[in-house]
């Protein structure tokens, strides 16, 4: 508590988490690992972990080479830095916080070995060139879940394919940045195997089946690496405006990209930049949804392209 700077009813609120207990004969047992406050109370202890290494490079700039998520992390070492002496810093800084490492989850490797982070398998390869792919165990841990939807007897093919349709995007969507080609990665096996499932049912044919393997398993494209980092001195409540707005306005693509280009990245009918996750719709200036020609087109937000639309927007 004395490491948080917040506001007193703030303060208040996360002292009253850290009491609660989630045993009624151990009130004072604390939070449970993987509670909704963890990951908050995890930041809060943590801050400051990530400075203990670091360094300065040939033009004189400050380096801190670590990543964290909670209490999760990753210190990219180079070939003269001391391995031991920085564990034995971070033991300190822990040890003043009443945590220690765990020290089966804490390993030295080499970037060429690869290692596992939040579900991604990091490596540099013997060519230099450096490479993300899912992880063998988050693989398997997706694939359990799509075995389980296919695989009920309890619902038809099309239920399965609508309730197929978010775990695939969202596992698809959440390694957008890493290397999906290959035959796991783009589950052409497990494709062919739900096929087969669909293809059973006597109200389905191969063609629906098709059709319903193309729902159940949404495409999405991917572009290994390119991820773009948020700066280290930003934060969505900084007032910013334009770095949040065009920042947001990448994870559109092809006709909506270049449309809040052409616009700076404001609501053609509104005038205001997008922000927060109100979300952007490409509307149709003559009403012809075929004339895809960019003066036709142009991004505005949801709620604007709705009133558009409705009688009192038409007149």
Request: net charge positive.
């Amino acid at each position: 508590m004395d490491n948080l700077i917040a506001p007193s009813r703030l303060k208040l609120g996360i002292f009253r988490c850290l009491k609660a207990g989630t045993n009624i004969g151990f009130p004072d047992q604390g939070t449970p690992q993987g509670g909704v406050v963890s990951p908050l109370l995890a930041n809060i202890a943590l801050n400051g972990i990530e400075s203990i290494h670091k360094y300065k490079d040939n033009k004189g700039r400050v380096k801190e080479p670590s990543i964290r998520y909670a209490d999760d992390m990753v210190i990219i070492l180079r070939p003269q830095d001391d391995a031991k002496a920085i564990l034995k810093r971070i033991e300190t800084f822990l040890a003043d916080r009443g945590m220690n490492i765990s020290g089966k989850k804490t390993k030295l490797t080499a970037t060429t070995d690869g290692f596992d982070f939040l579900g991604w398998h990091f490596k540099v390869q013997k060519n230099g060139k450096f490479r993300s792919t899912p992880s063998v165990s988050n693989y398997k841990s997706f694939r359990q879940k799509v075995k389980a939807i296919v695989n009920n007897s309890n619902y038809g093919a099309t239920v399965k394919a609508s309730k197929l349709a978010p775990v695939v995007r969202g596992w698809r969507q959440y390694h957008k940045y890493c290397k999906m080609d290959g035959a796991r990665n783009s589950l052409a096996f497990i494709q062919k195997r739900t096929f087969k499932v669909f293809n059973k049912e006597k109200k389905q044919n191969r063609y629906s089946s098709k059709r319903l393997l193309d729902i159940a398993f949404p495409k999405i494209s991917y572009s290994e690496n390119k991820h773009i980092n948020v700066k280290g001195t930003k934060s969505p409540y900084d007032g910013d405006i334009a770095y949040w707005s065009k920042r947001n306005s990448k994870l559109y693509d092809s006709y909506t990209s270049k449309a809040l280009k052409r616009q700076n990245h404001s609501c053609k009918s509104c005038g205001l930049k997008f922000i927060g996750n109100q979300r952007v719709h490409l509307h149709h200036v003559d009403g012809n949804h075929q004339n895809w020609s960019e003066t036709n087109l142009v991004a505005i937000h949801q709620t604007c392209h709705q009133f558009l639309h409705m009688s009192k927007g038409k007149s």
